[in-house]
């Protein structure tokens, strides 16, 4: 069967950085995305990675590495806006999104 | 401005009774998309569609029903609906065609909050 998975829950410091795990197992590989949501919105785009390596935006980065079927999203100089739910999902051969259950990171002062 | 409007923001419906939720989107996007998101899973996919006129079905299509009859709508329809149909539902549209590459990122409306009793 198809998977993806992340840590329930994290917490972090303002200011501070913390970084999100997503491992994964699919029946083929054509993308990785990050989505953000908050608490009764909409996800929204963060990152995509196709090949291996680390994408950077701004604060955020996210790398990926498909021989381990691993990915990060990495969040710098956290703000309390950044507290939000962040989903990895996966474009398997049938181009359609795989989802994870989603990180709730809680941002403390 | 350009997006995805759905239709209603939330409802709390009897089960047995009949139900469209109404997607649109104004990007003149080919594909889009119905996932359901409840609590500790990830958004599974109902039913999406290419391009206008074409559907298919994705991961928990049963007592759903999709129609595209053009680029912008993408209502969805639960026949007879039942308590385990309680959950948010996300309508998504993507500039994708069918095996493209490319990021095809996929954008969300605001969702309906569904309530079966």
């Known amino acids: 069967g198809q998977n993806i998975d992340q840590p329930t829950e994290m917490t972090a410091t303002e200011g501070a950085i913390v970084q999100i795990n997503c491992t994964y197992q699919t029946s083929g590989f054509n993308g990785l995305f990050w989505y953000q949501q908050h608490a009764g919105e909409a996800p929204t785009f963060l990152s995509y990675n196709v090949l291996d390596g680390l994408e950077e935006k701004g604060r955020f980065s996210s790398f990926l590495s498909r021989s381990k079927g691993y990915s990060y999203l990495l969040l710098k100089e956290l703000q309390m806006k950044d507290s939000a739910s962040y989903l990895c999902a996966v474009r398997d051969s049938n181009y359609q999104l795989i989802w994870g259950a989603g990180t709730k990171l809680i941002i403390k002062p | 401005i350009a997006g995805i409007t759905q239709a209603p923001t939330s409802q709390i419906l009897a089960a047995g009774r009949r139900m469209t939720l109404r997607c649109t989107q104004d990007m003149r996007h080919n594909a889009m998309y119905w996932y359901r998101q409840d609590l500790g899973l990830g958004l599974r996919l109902i039913h999406y569609?290419?391009?206008?006129?074409?559907?298919g079905k994705g991961e928990v299509p049963d007592g759903y029903s999709v129609s595209r009859a053009n680029t912008d709508d993408f209502p969805l329809t639960l026949a007879s609906a039942v308590p385990s149909q309680t959950s948010v539902y996300f309508c998504?549209?993507?500039?994708?065609?069918?095996?493209?590459?490319?990021?095809?990122?996929?954008?969300f409306g605001p969702g309906t909050r569904l309530t079966v009793l």
């Open positions: 998504a549209s993507s500039d994708s065609k069918t095996g493209t590459s490319g990021a095809d990122t996929q954008y």
């Open positions: 569609s290419n391009t206008a006129g074409t559907t």
